[in-house]
Every structure is written in C-alpha cells, then in structure tokens.
C-alpha cells in the first residue's frame, strides 16, 4: 500500500475526532491527535504542561506579535530551568515532529495545521468536519458532563474562535472554509457511522487519483 496522509480540520463537538479515529482503524494506519504534545514535549525535552497551556492561548497572545511565556524546561542534568519560548519556535516543533512522524507510513493527523505544514506531502487528503449547533452542544454536554447548553455552547464558540486563529495565522488560509480542504461535511446530515462510510468511498477514489496522475 502507498503511503497516504489524512489531514482532519474539525468544529468542536463535530465528532472529527471520532471519525478519524475510526478511519485510522479502517486502514490500519498510525493516528495522531492530542499524541503528539506529548512526543513534542518527549522529543524537545520541554514540559507537556507547557504545550497544554501554550495550545490554549488566546487570540491576543497569538495575534498580538511575539508570544512567549515561561515554562519549566529540563536540562541534561535533570534540573528545572526557566526559560522563554515564542510562539514560531512552538510552532516549528510541532511542525517537525508531524514531518518526521508523515515520513514513517500512512498516518492520520487532527488540527495543528498539518494539512499546512505537510503540504509538500504527494498524497495528503485534507478534510474538514462540521456538524449543526444542536448536535454539537449535545455532544460536549455528554462529553464534559455539562449540564448546561449555554455552558457548552460558549465552550463551543471559543474553541471554535481559538482554532481558527491558529490555522488563519499560520496556514494563510482560511479555517472551515471550503478552499482550504479537499472536502468539507457536516457530520449531522448522515451521522458518524454514514460520515464514515461517506468518507472512506472519497478517500479510496482520491487515492486513486492522486496516484494514478502522479
């Protein structure tokens, strides 16, 4: 089998990370999502809490010009240091792990602007997932035992905003816009297990394309 690389943007509540985990069982390839703060806090040396905190800035930390903050950093002698890291040098560390991690088969990647930063790759698929408002604040509700809607739909709004900062900023593109993927659904109108079904049909004859016009 050819190497192949799915890049999923998603809405929060919108089941992308669903689906793209059930796609990755499908093809029996690697998944990656929340994975890869931990190899790039493993691969750099740095603190996860670090790359947690940083993945949650706002969009005045992002946008407002050079973004550092302090974190603990671990040197080879095991002692905690402080030390300042700005916003690209997180980025670019991201951004090589998810290359490295390309390099080694198919693979499945969520958010970090993969679709971006693995745009030279010869056979990346790039796919969006949206859902309807009702369905999403019902998921976070059942997801984050939320009781209440408004509660979840703020949750929604900004994560929504924060998400489309980041890939706006580094990609050029524009976040959940049609332009900026190969296909963009809404997981409401067929469900997960349809979206699923949908999808795997597209990336079979998107696959085929690809390599038959390489």
């Known amino acids: 089998m050819e190497k192949f690389i799915i890049n999923i943007g998603r809405q929060l509540g919108s089941g992308g990370r669903e689906i793209g985990k059930i796609l990755a069982q499908h093809y029996e390839i690697a998944y990656y999502d929340k994975e890869l703060i931990r190899i790039a806090a493993e691969e750099s040396g740095l603190s996860t809490d670090f790359f947690e905190k940083a993945d949650e800035r706002n969009q005045h930390s992002l946008l407002g010009g050079l973004f550092s903050m302090r974190f603990p950093f671990v040197g080879d002698n095991g002692v905690a240091h402080d030390n300042y890291l700005n916003n690209d040098t997180l980025f670019k560390i991201q951004s090589d792990i998810v290359r490295k991690l390309a390099t080694q088969g198919s693979s499945i990647f969520v958010g970090r602007c993969a679709d971006y930063i693995l745009r030279e790759e010869p056979c990346c698929i790039n796919l969006f997932i949206s859902a309807s408002t009702d369905d999403r604040i019902q998921r976070i509700m059942h997801q984050y035992e939320i009781k209440e809607e408004a509660k979840a739909l703020s949750m929604i709004e900004e994560a929504d905003h924060k998400r489309a900062d980041y890939y706006n900023f580094y990609s050029l593109k524009e ?40």
């Open 175 to 214: 976040w959940g816009h049609s332009n900026s993927y190969d296909l963009c659904i809404n997981s409401s109108a067929l469900g997960i297990e349809g979206t699923v079904t949908f999808l795997e049909d597209f990336i079979n004859k998107r696959r085929a394309l690809i390599h038959k016009t390489a």
